[in-house]
């Protein structure tokens, strides 16, 4: 169990840059996502945690001693891997048992026929067992042990790795979207196990994945990346409720995030298509983006903001996805509704709709989040 | 059941040819190992022979009667004369002589050349040439295929003109540092020059591209060195390929009649199987056409034998396809 301590990590692959300065402190115990859509960079910042690449600048500290220089198996970490890596010639136990044999036996042990028979060799041997049913136990995984990975289902396989990892005591997992292969009912189940496995062992996790429904549900902390930078790292709740970026808002939440153009007047004063806000931004005249989560965004029929009529509606069951094109704006919006709505939802119905302004998120042309953003009933500041 | 058109009836016709000319000589092989001399020089006889009994000639040599076999025998036939005792005798030799065309065709093969020790010698060499072979290509293939390093494509375009190379070009270069550091007549003579296999590293690496890069780093974070990582889990599910490998090695080098010709000048305790059928070539008495191919029938069954064996891996093999 470590922390683990990333400063100004940097790759370039020839004259891409693909990481350009990854700061992250890990605290013992954490679990860390790192999220972001692929070619953003995360799965190489895992294996440059690893050891499996080098990185072209920076550091990094595991338990508070620096690794940089060190090979990938002196490192003390394990690793699942996405297509689960493992040794089609070895059973499941002798899988397992594989990181436990190569630190724990010396080369004669390691032989085969003979290094049963090398001094001490029994002792270690009888160990190593135990400590294989011990995991497979914990997986469930203890009546497979005799087969090949040939012979195991995705879901198995995945079992077998995370075995492989957790069957000594490193100082971090790493998992490098370890449910990806997964269908979607297995990912559901597997993604509490992974939470549950990590609750009781308290160790370091830090997982890498392209869908956020995974990060968010088992992440105590969660770094978007994009673009090789990480943009954003706080816990889930955070990260959705108070971007710092709007690529964060866009990527994590579903539906999407809708965005809207929007502009302040040389007072400060902001308004959406037309509509104006109690909301005000110091500063004068720009041009602004700003950002609703679907169930920020209400049907109304008294005195509505934003005026549009229903382009399509998707009935969850529980809830109803409705898609509103608004009058004036090229791109739709989506919003949650109460299924009782739907008779009133039918296709180019109008509808009206409103939100509360603090639950507006006000973003730069750029896309930085604007924080400065007060409510407009008091005084601007000049 | 799709009815035989001409066009496909055309093809099979082709390929019947094809089988044909590639069987024949075979087929010629296995027949002439059963026959007579007398039958494969009059071209009788069938595919099987009649397998009537003819007279093994050394062995009628050996055994016809001599003097004192004619004094001591003088005995059993009271009063006949000396002619007359050794006709006789000599049909009693030549009686106790005959065998069935088969029989002494690979009797003699066993004995009048000591097979066997060719055999064990095409055995001792070609396993030497294919381990050492292996223990060159593998780690090679796999430096090729998931280690990177500057100049790694162009070691690779070497191996690739290596492939171009024909054996008998360098052949004469070859024999003659042997024999400067005074090798000729020796096992490593047959065998050194063999080790390392251009075409051995360029089959494996094309295979080890295909195995997963994380089955490879798995491995790392598991601590294993790189040449664990070649013993312990490239060579494993590299099997398939191996055993392709192998075929075309061990076929090559077993069958391989140049070399051993050039290097083994004098030492017949060298032979390998395909200098053995020299023994029946061409002596004072003709060539021995039923022996030999006896000679030559023993040297290909154990290749055949491995192949029947082998053939569904080997298939596997040449078609690559390794793990997904």
Known sequence: MATVTLRGIQKNFKETEVLRGIDLAIADGEFVSLVGPSGCGKSTLLRIIAGLESASAGAIEIGGAPVDGLRAADRNL????????????????????????????????????????????????????????????TLEIDGLLERKPGQLSGGQRQRVALGRALVRSPAAFLLDEPLSNLDAKLRVHTRTEIAELHRSLAATFIYVTHDQVEAMTMSDRIAVMMGGEILQCDAPARIYEDPADLRVAEFIGSPRINVLPAESDATGRIS????????????????????LRPEALTLTRIDPLLHGCVAHAENLGHEIYVQVTLDGAEQRVVLRADPALQAQLHLGAEVGLTFDPARALIFDAEGRRMRNVVSALQEVPA | MSRLSPSLMIRHFILLIGAAVVLAPFVVMLSYSLKSPAEIERGTGGLFGAQEMMVDPKCALRSAPRREDVEAARARFPGADDGTILATLTNEARAACEVRPVVFNYRSAFQDAPLLRYLANGVIVTASIFLLQMVIALPAAYALSKLKFWGREAVFGLVLFCLLIPVHAIALPLYLGLAKIGLTNTYAALVVPWIVSAFGIFLMRQFFMTVPDDLVDAARMDGMSEFAIVWRVMLPTAIPALLAFAIFSVVAHWNDYFWPRIVVTGDRNLFTPPLGLREFQAGADGNLYGPMMATATVIVIPLIVAFMLAQRRFIEGITLSGMK
Request: glycine residues 8%; charged residues 15%.
């Open chain 1, 272 to 291: 959406v298509l037309g509509a104006g806000l109690p909301l005000a931004l110091p500063g004068g005249r720009q041009t602004l983006q700003l950002a």
């Open chain 1, 78 to 137: 394990s690793m699942v891997f996405q297509s689960y890596a493992l040794y089609p010639h070895l059973t499941v136990a002798e899988n397992i048992a594989v990181p436990l044999r190569m630190r724990q036996l010396s080369a004669a042990q390691r032989l085969p026929l003979i290094g049963r028979a090398m001094p001490g060799a029994a002792e270690q041997n009888r160990e190593i067992d135990a400590r294989v049913m011990e995991a497979a136990r």
